[in-house]
């Protein structure tokens, strides 16, 4: 990658431009294209770098043993994928990571980060992805094991409502993906929907949703 693209990118803001240069000559850091539908990282392969979103979404997803995906979290532009693997005694991803929108990532190997940690700002925002990503998931293990379907959805519902500003709002995923990310095959999606409708608490149109209570 260009150092004038590296220099836009925030966790190393803050580093040498002349070492970044050199790290990219040498291809320690490099940059990656995918497509739509790609499985970036498998399960139980080894993590060799550290990524950042430059652009696009990632899921982070799990088989569950009827089939279905579960998705248990999500990484979008900025985001930082690795960071608490990378220097992990047990460094294999425990999880396949695919993406959901055409991506691009940037790749920075191990030795770059080691170096790169030296430096008092780079440190602190790689603590920082380490606190959102473990505050995620924390969320996310919460709505599998403590909620109901119904709460789960509602919550999801009402955070899409602040998002878009609006008590009717359209879902920003289809409901296959939404069922992944619930954790549940799409039939059991649709009948809680369903309920849901039927109970007074939302009214459905394919991704439109009224939320009314």
């Not at 940059?31 to 539908?37: F, L, N, P, R």
């Not at 440190?123 to 709460?151: C, E, F, P, V």
């Not at 959805?153 to 619930?182: C, F, N, T, W």
Request: net charge neutral.
């Amino acid at each position: 990658m260009k150092i004038e693209e590296l220099k836009r990118v925030a966790m190393l803001s803050g580093a040498d431009p002349e070492a970044l240069e050199r790290c990219a000559a040498d291809h320690q850091i490099f940059g990656g294209k995918y497509a739509k539908g790609i499985t970036v990282h498998r399960q139980h392969d080894r993590c060799l770098a550290l990524d950042v979103v430059m652009s696009g979404e990632l899921v982070a997803y799990s088989l569950a043993e009827n089939g279905s995906a579960i998705t248990l979290f999500e990484f979008k532009e900025g985001g930082i994928i690795g960071a608490n693997l990378l220097f992990a005694d047990s460094d294999a991803y425990p999880l396949n990571i695919y993406t959901v929108t055409p991506c691009t990532l940037l790749h920075m190997t191990k030795e770059v980060v080691e170096a790169l940690l030296s430096g008092h700002d780079f440190a602190m925002r790689y603590i920082k992805s380490l606190s959102l990503n473990s505050q995620g998931m924390n969320r996310k293990i919460t709505m599998l094991t403590q909620k109901t379907l119904r709460d789960n959805l509602m919550d999801y519902l009402r955070h899409q409502a602040l998002v878009q500003g609006s008590s009717d709002i359209k879902l920003p995923i289809s409901k296959k993906e939404l069922a992944d990310y619930m954790g549940v095959q799409r039939p059991s999606l649709f009948r809680e929907l369903k309920k849901m409708k039927g109970d007074g608490l939302i009214d459905i149109s394919n991704r439109f949703i009224k939320i009314l209570m």
